[in-house]
């Protein structure tokens, strides 16, 4: 999508600019559950049943809960709730719904997103309180993950890996093909079979007038780094 929107505004005679941020991690659902379970490391499925048996025993039940994304502001205060008490604060991790700002464009992303987007956030829920949460945009055939974070408090009984299973098997489930797992953090993502995937960059677009062009050469100046032209990409 996001390839065809680029290539129109080439042929309209737009200037880009980009830089290689190397490949982001992908999971391949097309096989099924139990092929899924198969890639995915023995050890960390045998500790996500354990922890989920202990948790329940222990802090009361286990809920998960799929929604759509940004509907309301009581839904994006409970997401910034628990990534403020996450290990990104602490860490200069980047905090996706904390504050007006991000909370502002989660919900204009609710009422202007193209049709064929669908804004998704699962929640975990322990004995009725928000532990952890994965935020996605979804296609009918992936899952693009955009944010997940959980509350360190219950780091102990790894409420990212139960809750990752959940949303995983769901999507087997609903016809889903590949889970866009984004950048960072590739041994965990490596446990769960994810492999390098699609390259990531990012881009640059400035109009096609005189200021544009100028724009487009000073910002070349000065980021010596994004030595890639949009064109090249495709």
Not at 134 to 157: F, G, Q, V
Request: charged share 25%; proline share 3%; with cysteine.
């Amino acid at each position: 999508m996001m390839r065809g929107v680029i290539q129109e505004l080439l042929k309209a005679g737009w200037i880009g600019i980009c830089k290689e941020m190397g490949p982001v991690f992908e999971l391949d659902l097309s096989s099924g559950i139990d092929a899924l379970k198969a890639t995915a490391s023995p050890s960390l499925l045998k500790h996500i049943e354990y922890s989920r048996r202990r948790l329940a025993k222990t802090a009361g039940p286990i809920t998960f809960e799929r929604n759509a994304l940004g509907d309301s502001t009581q839904q994006l205060e409970e997401l910034a709730k628990v990534e403020t008490r996450s290990w990104l604060p602490t860490k200069g991790g980047q905090l996706k719904f904390e504050g007006v700002d991000n909370q502002k464009f989660w919900t204009r992303l609710a009422t202007e997103a193209q049709v064929e987007l669908e804004r998704v956030v699962w929640n975990m829920r322990c004995n009725g309180k928000a532990v952890a949460f994965s935020a996605h945009l979804e296609t009918d055939r992936n899952i693009y993950i955009i944010a997940n974070s959980y509350d360190e408090e219950w780091k102990s009984h790894s409420p990212g890996s139960l809750l990752t299973l959940e949303v995983l098997q769901d999507g087997v489930k609903r016809g889903k093909r590949l889970v866009d797992w984004g950048q960072g953090d590739s041994g965990y993502k490596g446990r769960w079979g994810a492999v390098d995937g699609s390259v990531l960059y990012d881009v640059m677009i400035f109009k096609p007038c005189f200021r544009g062009r100028l724009a487009a050469k000073l910002a070349k100046r000065a980021l010596p780094t994004w030595t890639a032209t949009l064109d090249s990409l495709f």
